[in-house]
């Protein structure tokens, strides 16, 4: 009371001059920024091609697919040196569409079982290159073998496969792809250009498991040495803080049990590097190390406040 | 006609005791040499008496060069002290300590005055100074106008009242940084 009346008088005194008055004494504040960065991990890439061509002329049918395959290979090659591929399955071995091959879903569902055995710490994630250079929709049994592959790798794996189309346009917007590179003609460095510069953009896929950290030091052992006190001013949600007051409450520094906090990040399993979000979880605090009882104020048309009675950080914007 | 008359009458004997009264206060190629007190009011809760000493030069009767240096002894005005009392804050205006001014000096008119049986002879005189505002945290920059009197009292001393307007750039933690005050100085000083 006595503390609001002399601030009260203060301002009212400042309103008449130039003059404002200030603690000669403010608190001695600083902020520091807690900060805990996980960064993903590269999965092994495993691929497999699917080769469902349409050549008119039967003379370039082998030259198309083995163009193709090349460069599939190549690209994939480029974007990681952990890969494996899949062997190659051709939909259309005389380039017609009109063989009736259909899609070897056990092998493919074997091969990779086969894979995941081999690399247990990994998350396999299979990437399906579906390459089908007609202009058409899909024959309904074309879309619904791709579909069931699908599904099969997701009860297998627990996480689909990633389907990147190489396509016409009108295929595109069919089938639902994670990916999709335009199909132009057999041969086209600018398609391959496009291609292998779309594949390093997403791949390899990248992994963070979710992370539940043990109770860590929310402060540097120098901080905890020079503060008295302490507030927390924001948080990102990833964290919690047991023990440590609201935000912007003042709390004396106990240095036999410090500060902590621990992080909750949730788990990021293959995806694109495009889709990859970097966490960074942050927590500001402001330390007083010293005459944290006195005035600062924040806003010129506010009372000076003391620090440790104030709710909420102050050095942001202290005048 | 006979108030005319009368009026002649009357001021004929006065008209022959008349005098010019020849001009005393010369101070071209002079110094003026003074000290005395001072007092720097800028309305920022502290009180600011203070000691002042002048070094004058004319080259030329109309105006010199000046010279002032103050001793300031500041202290927290009554309504300072009790809100410092109550609540420990303080003025942010920094406490007046010194200055230092150099400037120009000119004289506007040239007068007399009798005053009783003395007569005095006057200097109304503008000057405006730059300088140093001296304070307990900084050398503030100061710039100051002021208009006064410089009195002959006798053959070597003299007298000198200056009122000023002082203003300086400060840092401050909240309030505007550009002060104004005033400065009223009175000094006695010797001609050389």
């Known amino acids: 009371m006595t503390t609001n009346k002399a601030a009260a008088i203060g301002v009212a005194l400042c309103a008449c001059g130039g003059t404002l008055f200030v603690d000669p004494n403010p608190p001695?504040?600083?902020r520091v920024v807690a900060q805990y960065s996980t960064h993903g991990a590269a999965e092994p890439l495993i691929y497999l091609s699917l080769l469902?061509?349409?050549?008119e002329d039967p003379n370039t049918c082998g030259f198309a697919k083995n163009w193709f395959s090349d460069v599939t290979q190549k690209a994939m090659q480029e974007?990681?040196?952990?890969?494996?591929?899949?062997a190659t399955q051709d939909l259309a071995p005389q380039c017609t569409q009109r063989e009736g091959v259909i899609l070897d879903t056990e092998s493919i569902l074997r091969d990779v079982q086969l894979l995941m055995a081999n690399n247990p710490l990994s998350h396999l994630r299979l990437v399906i290159v579906y390459a089908n250079n007609l202009n058409l929709s899909l024959p309904p049994e074309r879309s619904e073998s791709l579909r069931t592959l699908s599904a099969r790798l997701t009860a297998l794996q627990g996480w689909p496969p990633?389907?990147?189309l190489v396509s016409s346009k009108v295929i595109a917007?069919?089938?639902?792809?994670?990916?999709?590179?335009?199909?132009?003609?057999a041969g086209d460095p600018a398609?391959?250009?496009a291609f292998r510069a779309s594949l390093k953009l997403a791949l390899p896929l990248q992994s963070e498991v979710g992370t539940v950290s043990q109770l860590q030091p929310l402060l540097s052992s120098s901080d905890l040495g020079r503060a008295q006190q302490f507030k927390l001013c924001s948080s990102d949600p990833e964290a919690t803080l047991p023990g440590v007051p609201v935000l912007g409450m003042a709390a004396t520094l106990n240095r036999s049990t410090p500060p902590a906090w621990q992080i909750t990040l949730p788990p990021q399993i293959a995806v694109t590097k495009v889709g990859f979000t970097?966490?960074?979880?942050?927590?500001q605090v402001e330390l007083c190390d010293g005459n944290c009882d006195r005035y600062l104020k924040i806003d010129p048309d506010q009372l000076q406040q003391s620090w440790n009675v104030f709710r909420g950080c102050m050095l942001e914007g202290a005048k | 006609m006979r108030a005319l008359a009368l009026a002649l009458f009357v001021s004929l004997p006065a008209l022959a005791q008349t005098r010019v009264e020849p001009r005393l206060l010369i101070k071209e190629h002079h110094f003026f040499a003074s000290g005395g007190l001072t007092w720097l009011a800028r309305g920022d809760y502290y009180d600011s008496p203070g000691l002042i000493a002048q070094l004058s030069y004319y080259p030329i009767e109309q105006g010199g060069l000046d010279v002032q240096i103050a001793g300031l002894f500041s202290f927290l005005s009554t309504s300072g002290e009790e809100v410092f009392r109550v609540s420990g804050l303080v003025p942010d205006a920094h406490?007046?300590?010194?200055?230092?001014?150099?400037g120009w000096r000119h004289t506007l008119a040239y007068g007399k005055a009798a005053i009783g049986s003395q007569i005095f002879h006057f200097d109304l005189q503008g000057a405006g100074h730059i300088g140093t505002l001296i304070t307990d945290r900084a050398w503030t920059p100061a710039l100051s106008l002021s208009g006064g009197l410089l009195v002959r009292m006798s053959d070597r001393f003299f007298g000198q009242l200056d009122l000023g307007l002082l203003t300086n750039y400060e840092n401050r933690q909240q309030s505007f940084p550009v002060n104004f005050g005033f400065l009223p100085l009175l000094s006695i000083g010797i001609e050389l």
């Open chain 1, 278 to 283: 970097l966490h960074t979880v942050k927590a």
């Open chain 2, 95 to 102: 406490m007046p300590q010194g200055l230092l001014l150099v």
């Open chain 1, 162 to 164: 990633l389907l990147w």
């Open chain 1, 28 to 30: 001695q504040l600083r």
């Open chain 1, 52 to 55: 469902d061509l349409y050549v």
């Open chain 1, 79 to 86: 974007t990681s040196s952990n890969q494996l591929a899949l």
């Open chain 1, 191 to 193: 398609m391959v250009t």
């Open chain 1, 173 to 185: 917007k069919e089938v639902f792809a994670d990916a999709t590179s335009d199909w132009t003609y």
